[in-house]
């Protein structure tokens, strides 16, 4: 009888564990596609991150950049020293390894860079438009194309044989050829000067102003605004010159300069 009820007990718990097997198998296949979604989004979430901390790190190169570009503009021209003081509270740019940052943190840091860098991109477009204003005022373009007989610099006088210094840059041109102005500027000289025959003169605000020696024929006066591109004359021989070209110098404070340091265009 003891034998009988033990085998019926045994029966019954083989049942109630089966029964548990079964509940917790149909349990475990329900809670398979919960798990499978939580690891898609914790792999979506990773690579969030991970993208990120990629766009953070591109928001830093671009402060880099622009830092190199501000300093080129600078007072110096060029960077600080070492011996130069610096300070600040530390701050590293990278988290430390092993924290992990949540995604809205992550998003909170992106966001404040792109919003620093976007007024750091309005600050230099106004300093971009200040420099280009002052390039425009350059006498960059070269007032005639053609090649140079005679560059700037010490030279042999072409009547004494003895060094002398060429103040300009004598660009070999056919006689009537035009000649433009390369930048914007007020004509200060219109006729003629005691060297270069007929000549004219701009100045281009900032202590700059050029010359163009040897015309045949003048084509502004004096006091007259031009632009850029505007017909100053034509070439030709006039004044104390061997064959036609034009005689271009640029003066800065009043001291020629060698006009190929504004040759740009």
Known sequence: MGAFV?????????ALLAADWVQLRHEGRAARPLTDVIREQRAALDTLNRKIGDMRR???????????????????????????????????????SGQHLSPHDELT??????AEESQNLKALDRLMARAGKML?????????????????????????????????MDIRAERGTPVYAPAAGSVSLAGPHAEYGLTVMIDHG????????????????????????TQLGLTGNTGRSSGPHLHYEILV???PVNPRAYLWD
Not at 141 to 150: A, C, D, E, L, Q
């Open 136 to 168: 425009a005022a350059l006498p960059s373009r070269w007032p005639v194309r053609g090649p140079v007989n005679s560059e700037f610099g010490t030279r042999l006088s072409p009547w004494t044989q003895t060094p002398e210094l060429h103040a300009g």
């Open 206 to 229: 900032n202590d700059i102003r050029s010359v163009y020696g040897h015309l045949s024929k003048v084509g502004v006066t004096a006091g007259q605004s031009v632009e850029r591109g």
């Open 6 to 14: 033990a085998l019926v007990l045994s029966a019954g718990l083989v």
């Open 58 to 96: 591109e928001v830093l190169a671009w402060r880099n950049i622009h830092a190199r570009l501000f300093d080129s503009f600078g007072p110096e021209g060029k960077s600080a020293g070492p011996a130069n003081g610096i300070g600040g509270p530390a701050a590293p740019l990278e988290r430390p």
């Open 253 to 255: 404070k009043g001291q």
């Open 109 to 114: 840091r992106l966001a404040e860079g792109i």
